[in-house]
């Protein structure tokens, strides 16, 4: 799973966007890298633009990215 931050919004990400759609962006990451040598590709955990947010909206995300987390190590199916 790729965890990360964006200097832009999440309107700037998508078809037609200032960068394009953020899953062809990833797709070389996706399959040229990770799948290439035998990872399990699991949905990114993205935060727009934090640099804009509010403390409350930072605290939000990062209470999102702590649940994703969460999650997969609770999944028997994965080891982490």
Do not use: C, N, W
């Not at 399959?31 to 590709?41: I, N, W």
């Not at 955990?45 to 640099?51: E, F, H, N, R």
């Amino acid at each position: 799973m790729l965890l990360f931050t964006t200097g832009g919004s999440s309107e700037s990400f998508r078809p037609g966007g200032a960068f394009g759609s953020l899953s062809d962006f990833l797709f070389h990451i996706h399959r040229g890298m990770l799948e290439f040598v035998g990872f399990e590709v699991l949905d990114p955990v993205v935060t727009y633009g934090p640099a804009r947010m509010t403390d409350q909206e930072r605290a939000t995300a990062l209470h999102a990215v702590r649940e994703s987390v969460a999650l997969i190590v609770a999944d028997s199916k994965l080891s982490v």
